[in-house]
């Protein structure tokens, strides 16, 4: 005869913990240089030491930036995610016509990068050129005969012998050529129109002679009246 069996099979739970997914660690942010160019013009000139340069790119700002050029740490004046501004330091100033620059942040340092470097390289910027009266020059508020202007610039070294052009008049010597008072790597130059300079727009540019080289400005639109 025939006995019918029921069979259960009952599924122990497991003894092995289960495993805790291993979490994917967060990638450190590359620091990336795109350009190296002048403060007052934003385009790639040599830099020159004790004076204004910036820094493009992505990854900039942290709890702890720096830049160094050979090793040698540039003051910074300003820095957000894409850019740093910065005082080249003056130990790089000796002879030297390039220079490594790297971008450390927070510990992630970007690709060493070659920076050109000149003894002098005057910049005017945009908008720095002031009247007697202290208005920005412009169509609107010109600057007459006789004024004395206050121009400024970076990539004037110290002590450095200026001189400016306005129009058609040469070599004129500036009342005042030196560092701006209280902002690190900014010159100023105060500079007289000369008597007898017509109305309208003359081109001013200076120029700084240095180890028989003269290096001048890019030139800058005066309004006079």
């Not at 240089?33 to 340069?53: D, E, I």
């Not at 820094?55 to 930036?65: A, E, I, R």
């Not at 830049?67 to 005082?87: E, H, K, P, R």
């Amino acid at each position: 005869f025939t006995v019918p069996v029921s069979l259960t099979v009952q599924t122990l739970p497991s003894t092995t913990p289960p495993t805790t997914p291993t979490p994917t660690p967060t990638p450190t942010p590359q620091v990336t240089v795109t350009s190296v160019v002048n403060a007052a013009t934003f385009q790639p000139t040599p830099l020159v030491a004790g004076s204004l340069g910036t820094v493009m790119g992505t990854n900039l700002s942290g709890k702890n930036v720096s830049v160094t050029f050979d090793g040698n740490a540039a003051t910074l004046t300003y820095n957000n995610s894409t850019q740093i501004n910065l005082v080249v330091p003056v130990a790089i100033s000796s002879g030297k016509t390039s220079a490594s620059m790297v971008v450390t942040v927070d510990g992630t340092s970007s690709t060493a990068q070659t920076v050109q470097l000149a003894p002098a390289w005057p910049s005017i910027f945009s908008n720095g050129v002031l009247n007697q009266d202290n208005s920005q020059n412009t169509p609107s508020q010109p600057a007459k005969a006789g004024d004395v202007l206050q121009i400024f610039a970076t990539g004037i070294p110290a002590n450095a012998t200026v001189t400016g052009q306005i129009g058609t008049s040469n070599n004129l010597v500036p009342l005042y050529a030196g560092p701006a008072p209280g902002i690190p790597g900014l010159q100023q130059v105060d500079l007289m129109v000369p008597n007898g300079t017509p109305s309208g727009f003359a081109g001013l540019t200076l120029c700084v002679n240095s180890g028989g080289q003269q290096y001048c400005s890019q030139g800058w639109a005066l309004a006079l009246k």
